[in-house]
C-alpha cells in the first residue's frame, strides 16, 4: 500500500564563492532547478548566482517550515556557515542527488513522497 505525505522545506542555496539564500518551499527539487536556471528577474538569488543546494530540511507544516525559514534569515552569517558544515563539510551541490532520486521515482516534483 502507499502512502501519500506531504512535506515542505527549507533550504540553502550557496554561491560558489559562498553567497547564501535562504528559502522555503513545498518543492525542493522545482525550486531548486528555478534558482539554477535564474526564471526570476530582478532577484537575489539570480544575481548572486546562489543555486547550489547545500542544506536543507524538511517539516511536515508549513507553519514549522516558515518559522524555521525566518529564525535561519536571522542569524549571523557564521551560523549558517557553522550549520552547514556540520552537515555537509565539503559544500556538496545536493541538487543532482535529487535528480537521480527523481528519475528512480523515490521523489516526486511535487514533493509527494510515496513509501510502502
Known sequence: MKIKRKEYYVS????????????????????????????????????????????????????DAFQRERQLKKNRREKKINLIQQKNPKWIDYYYHLVKLYKQGIIFLMSQVWVG
Open 12 to 63: 540553502v542555496v550557496a554561491s560558489i564563492s559562498r553567497v547564501l539564500y535562504v528559502g522555503f518551499t513545498d518543492s525542493l527539487l522545482l525550486r531548486t532547478g528555478q534558482h539554477r536556471r535564474g526564471v526570476y528577474e530582478n532577484t537575489f538569488s539570480k544575481k548572486y548566482k546562489t543555486y547550489r543546494l547545500v542544506y536543507w530540511e524538511i517539516f511536515k507544516n508549513t507553519d
